[in-house]
């Protein structure tokens, strides 16, 4: 009948085999199902490059070696205020919530109640009313014999590493970014400069030309006022490469209002170090390759709790408090009554169509994709290494080159222009002299930032100890909590 009072006699005996039950249901939550966690094989050589040095520095704060304390401090101000970082903080705050949703499910829970129902009870003689009142705190608890809930608290935790590794992603990109973006916006002031002089260099060579005995042809002096005009067609250019980056670099830092220190070129700024030795164990540090395995400790972990679905569940739930009946008082003051009840059940599969299996083959097939996405992230990030560093190699010798062939042009510039006057056929050489100088420049200087761009981007590929390091400066998210939460 709604509403009717139970009254379960016996109640000391009952509460001892219930504690009985209890103790002897937590020593099975032992038991948990699935493969536990091994991490693959990664088949890859021991070095990226072999020992040369006992030192192995691709953990150093490389974005302090180029001794620019603009592009230090731009790198500070971009960890502390970039709003990809503090998106990156709160996913971790959101997966590491996740957990604790999750992980609540090991635990009893326990609600409050309370109801007034009016029952009309019909009698043989009169009509009468019942009047009960019920206030009832209720405890339920669902055991984890099988381990079901703590493989998903193990898939969760999994999940919350990989949000931490993705943060760790996005302190790696944002200053690779702000760097390669704050040497674009040097390269850029330095062919600026260049060119500047260049046209000055021009416009002495052309008075120098018209003063001469005798003086330079029309056709000469029409050469070099269009070389002058050409390279006067760059500035503008130029320029817009320059405040492009430097609209860049106020992005990345979050502040449209950044001041920016300019015209400096690549005077002071030197190219990081190279690491002398790279070992491959190195990579599985980089957070991409970290998050991959952390998906695949996910995926490994849910298999068990899709298995544990084969066997019975236990529930438990127990419920108490002080009742009231108008039609029968209780014997404590006032009428109450106390109600009290235990309640267990187990509950099994026995006929599910195929629904758990496909559940099973469901978590079994995303671990083998996870597998593969973590072995391709492996192999990438080996890949990445080995084409930075060709990178590297074929950049310095190519700012090498480039820097012979300009102060060879140089020498030839200054013995040309010491000859003018004497032949009709210097004025010609000059002219082209100067264009092959000019180009030589602007591409020493592309090459210069090609350098430093490759050594970026094999601290970028590896993804070592430094990224770490730098994430000091970032938005951090909120700690775990140390206790288990009241609600």
Same mark, same amino acid.
């Given at each position: 009948?709604?509403?009717?009072?139970?009254?379960?006699?016996?109640?000391?005996?009952?509460?001892?085999?219930?504690?009985?039950?209890?103790?002897?249901?937590?020593?099975?939550?032992?038991?948990?199902?699935?493969?536990?966690?091994?991490?693959?094989?990664?088949?890859?050589?021991?070095?990226?490059?072999?020992?040369? $040095?006992?030192?192995?520095?691709?953990?150093?704060?490389?974005?302090?070696?180029?001794?620019?304390?603009?592009?230090?401090?731009?790198?500070?101000?971009?960890?502390? %205020?970039?709003?990809?970082?503090?998106?990156?903080? %709160?996913?971790?705050?959101?997966? +590491?919530?996740?957990?604790?949703?999750?992980?609540?499910?090991?635990?009893?829970?326990?609600?409050?109640?309370?109801?007034?129902? =009016?029952?009309?009870?019909?009698?043989?003689? /009169?009509?009468?009313?019942?009047?009960?009142?019920?206030?009832?705190?209720?405890?339920?608890?669902?055991?984890?014999?099988?381990?079901?809930?703590?493989?998903?608290?193990?898939?969760?935790?999994?999940?919350?590493?990989?949000?931490? $590794?993705?943060?760790?992603?996005?302190?790696?990109?944002?200053? %690779?970014?702000?760097?390669?973006?704050?040497?674009?916006?040097?390269?850029?002031?330095?062919?600026?400069?260049?060119?500047?002089?260049?046209?000055? =260099?021009?416009?002495?060579?052309?008075?120098?030309?018209?003063?001469?005995?005798?003086?330079?042809?029309?056709?000469?002096?029409?050469?070099?006022?269009?070389?002058?005009?050409?390279? +006067?067609?760059?500035?503008?250019?130029?320029?817009?490469?320059?405040?492009?980056?430097?609209?860049?670099?106020?992005?990345?830092?979050?502040?449209?209002?950044?001041?920016?220190? +300019?015209?400096?070129?690549?005077?002071?700024?030197?190219?990081?170090?190279?690491?002398?030795?790279?070992?491959?164990?190195?990579?599985?540090?980089?957070?991409?390759?970290?998050?991959?395995?952390?998906?695949?400790?996910?995926?490994?972990?849910?298999?068990?709790?899709?298995?544990?679905?084969?066997?019975?569940?236990?529930?438990?739930?127990?419920?108490?408090?002080?009742?009231?009946?108008?039609?029968?008082?209780?014997?404590?003051?006032?009428?109450?009554?106390?109600?009290?009840?235990?309640?267990?059940?187990?509950?099994?599969?026995?006929?599910?169509?195929?629904?758990?299996?496909?559940?099973?083959?469901?978590?079994?097939?995303?671990?083998?994709?996870?597998?593969?996405?973590?072995?391709?992230?492996?192999?990438?990030?080996?890949?990445?290494?080995?084409?930075?560093?060709?990178?590297?190699?074929? %950049?310095?010798?190519?700012?090498?080159?480039?820097?012979?062939?300009?102060?060879?042009? $140089?020498?030839?510039?200054?013995?040309?222009?010491?000859?003018?006057?004497?032949?009709?056929?210097?004025?010609?050489?000059?002219?082209?002299?100067?264009?092959?100088?000019?180009?030589?420049?602007?591409?020493?200087?592309?090459?210069?930032?090609?350098?430093?761009?490759?050594?970026?981007?094999?601290?970028?590929?590896?993804?070592?100890?430094?990224?770490? $390091?730098?994430?000091?400066?970032?938005?951090?998210?909120?700690?775990?909590?140390? /206790?288990?939460?009241?609600?």
């Amino acid at each position: 009948m709604v509403g009717q009072l139970r009254r379960v006699g016996g109640s000391s005996r009952l509460l001892r085999q219930a504690g009985l039950l209890a103790c002897a249901l937590l020593g099975l939550t032992a038991c948990t199902l699935g493969p536990n966690y091994q991490r693959p094989a990664s088949n890859l050589p021991d070095y990226v490059i072999p020992p040369k $040095e006992a030192a192995d520095i691709a953990g150093l704060h490389w974005w302090t070696l180029p001794g620019d304390a603009e592009l230090l401090r731009l790198i500070k101000t971009a960890l502390g %205020s970039n709003l990809t970082l503090k998106a990156a903080a %709160s996913r971790v705050d959101v997966a +590491r919530a996740g957990v604790m949703v999750v992980q609540s499910n090991l635990y009893p829970h326990a609600d409050y109640g309370s109801g007034v129902t =009016r029952v009309h009870k019909p009698g043989e003689h /009169r009509r009468s009313f019942e009047t009960l009142i019920q206030p009832q705190p209720a405890v339920s608890w669902t055991v984890d014999v099988w381990g079901r809930v703590r493989r998903q608290v193990e898939s969760a935790e999994a999940l919350a590493a990989g949000a931490e $590794e993705g943060r760790r992603a996005a302190v790696l990109m944002i200053v %690779s970014e702000v760097a390669e973006t704050y040497v674009r916006l040097r390269a850029a002031e330095t062919q600026y400069k260049i060119t500047q002089d260049s046209i000055a =260099r021009l416009n002495h060579d052309l008075q120098a030309m018209k003063n001469a005995t005798p003086p330079a042809s029309e056709v000469a002096q029409a050469q070099l006022f269009s070389s002058i005009e050409r390279y +006067r067609a760059n500035l503008p250019l130029l320029s817009a490469t320059a405040d492009q980056a430097e609209n860049d670099l106020r992005l990345l830092c979050a502040d449209p209002y950044l001041k920016i220190t +300019r015209g400096r070129g690549f005077a002071g700024l030197k190219t990081p170090i190279m690491p002398h030795t790279i070992r491959s164990d190195v990579l599985l540090r980089r957070p991409d390759v970290a998050q991959a395995e952390q998906r695949l400790i996910a995926a490994n972990a849910q298999i068990g709790a899709e298995m544990a679905l084969y066997l019975p569940q236990i529930h438990l739930s127990a419920s108490g408090g002080i009742g009231y009946s108008s039609l029968f008082p209780g014997p404590m003051p006032g009428g109450l009554t106390p109600v009290w009840a235990l309640a267990g059940n187990v509950v099994g599969p026995l006929f599910a169509a195929g629904a758990i299996t496909g559940k099973v083959d469901i978590a079994k097939g995303e671990t083998e994709m996870a597998l593969a996405e973590y072995q391709e992230s492996l192999l990438t990030a080996f890949r990445d290494t080995k084409n930075a560093l060709i990178a590297y190699q074929r %950049s310095t010798k190519h700012l090498e080159a480039l820097l012979n062939s300009e102060k060879a042009l $140089e020498s030839a510039v200054t013995k040309t222009q010491d000859m003018l006057g004497k032949t009709p056929r210097e004025y010609t050489g000059l002219i082209l002299l100067h264009n092959e100088l000019y180009q030589a420049q602007i591409e020493s200087a592309l090459a210069r930032k090609g350098a430093f761009d490759a050594v970026v981007n094999v601290y970028k590929a590896t993804g070592g100890g430094w990224v770490d $390091e730098a994430a000091v400066y970032a938005p951090q998210p909120k700690p775990p909590a140390d /206790r288990v939460p009241i609600l």
